[in-house]
């Protein structure tokens, strides 16, 4: 919860090259802002999962963070869709699907489907 | 007391009242405060761990983690209260153990203990939310007048 993971960026597709070096220069990006210490980033076929925690004393400002990520991302990388989300939830997901996906006997379209679902978990309100 | 009420007095109540104030105990509010602080964070402490323990092992996110978290918290104060314990809680923490949800299943549960020998129905049925029925009355109602407000705004396009 409160330590850095650091998880490695990732693309469902490890030989899809264009989503890795995407996957990897997002989590440089956002890793760049001051409020945020730790960032998940998975690319998938169309959607990009972006999950970071935010500092305890920065927490008050997340509408304002969640807004300014949204704003960079849409700046620098015009045409992707990305999901955002501060979520812890979503993050511990995101850095166990990583986990597995190192596995190379876990298909892409494994991990595909297991990234709609987090999405999906993001979008689910009550 | 106001002043007005004391002018009515005659001077015997007056003299009594002045030598009840010399003797009286003064109420310890600060003790009572951090008293207060202290089992309530206790409380929500126990809350915050629950809604993590339901990210870890369930499929909720930190957004909807909150309603399994609350119904958990109602239902140990429920349980307590019928063992007899969140009276002793109660007693010595004062409103940091009421003014948390946990503070809602003692109500409905003691109300209900106590209106036990009236039978089940016009005794337990008929009291249990004698002091409960008021904040879910007031709840509903005032989350109605917003959820209108909200509505009304989204659809000016305010929001």
Partial sequence: MIQSINPEAGATND?????????????KDIQSLDEIYDVAVIAGKEDTLVAYKVKHMKRFGMKRIEKEINKKLE???????F??????????????????????????????????????????MT | MGDKKKQKLTPEQQQYQQL??????????????????????????????ITYFYIYFFNFTEQTAGNPTVATMIFISMLLTGFGI????????????????????????????EHRTEGFVLGVGGN???????????????????????TLLTMMGVL
Avoid: W
Avoid at chain 2, 96 to 113: C, D, H, L, M
């Fill in chain 2, 86 to 113: 969140y009276d002793h809680i109660g007693q010595f923490a004062g409103a940091g153990s009421a003014v948390p949800v946990t503070g809602f299943g003692n109500s409905v549960i003691s109300a209900a203990i």
């Fill in chain 1, 15 to 27: 030989f899809d090259d264009k989503n890795v070096k995407l996957a990897e220069k997002v989590k």
């Fill in chain 2, 20 to 49: 009840e104030q010399k003797h009286e105990l003064k109420r310890p509010v600060v003790k009572n405060c951090i008293k207060a602080f202290l089992v309530g964070g206790t409380i929500c402490l126990i809350g915050q761990a």
């Fill in chain 1, 75 to 81: 700046k620098n990388y015009p045409g992707e869709n």
């Fill in chain 2, 128 to 150: 249990m939310f004698k002091l409960a029925g008021t904040v879910i009355l007031f709840g509903v109602f005032s989350a109605f007048i917003v959820a209108l407000v909200k």
């Fill in chain 1, 83 to 124: 999901i955002v989300s501060s979520d812890f939830k979503i993050f511990i997901e995101a850095v166990e699907l990583r986990e597995r996906m190192k596995d190379p006997a876990y298909s892409e379209k494994k991990a595909e489907k297991q990234l709609q679902r987090i999405i999906s978990l993001k979008k689910e």
